[in-house]
Nanobody
Framework: VQLVESGGGLVEPGGSLTLSCVASERIFAVNAMAWYRQIPGKQRDLVAAITNGDSTTYSDSVKGRFTISRDSAKNTCYLQMNSLNAEDTTVYYC??????????????????WGQGTQVTVSS
């Protein structure tokens, strides 16, 4: 297992959670890191990504609420999630790969995946 997520759980609406993804040193050093989420029956969507130069990109649905960061000393990528609502409930996956430029931002090739961590927002 090369990517290991943690930090999911149950939180009330308006609350916060921080997800962590520990990668092997080999993967973390050369790849961009990303967080995705997948609602059952739908495709896996990018939530946020960060390059090893600390450039970031976010989906419109989480912009201003979520923050992605990385700690090279710990080979760890974080997703700080604030102002959570019921629509954020799903499984979150950590990914890693090569960044590539799109028309407006960048994306990350889906080379490596974690096992996923469940986030549930409910009162």
């Amino acid at each position: 297992v090369q990517l290991v997520e943690s930090g999911g759980g149950l939180v009330e609406p308006g609350g916060s959670l921080t997800l962590s993804c520990v990668a092997s040193e080999r993967i973390f050093a050369v790849n961009a890191m990303a967080w995705y989420r997948q609602i059952p029956g739908k495709q896996r969507d990018l939530v946020a990504a960060i390059t090893n130069g600390d450039s970031t990109t976010y989906s419109d649905s989480v912009k201003g609420r979520f923050t992605i960061s990385r700690d090279s000393a710990k080979n760890t990528c974080y997703l700080q999630m604030n102002s959570l609502n019921a629509e954020d409930t799903t499984v979150y996956y950590c990914g890693a790969g090569e960044p590539y430029i799109t028309e407006t931002t960048f994306r990350v090739s889906e080379d490596y995946w974690g096992q996923g961590t469940q986030v549930t927002v409910s009162s």
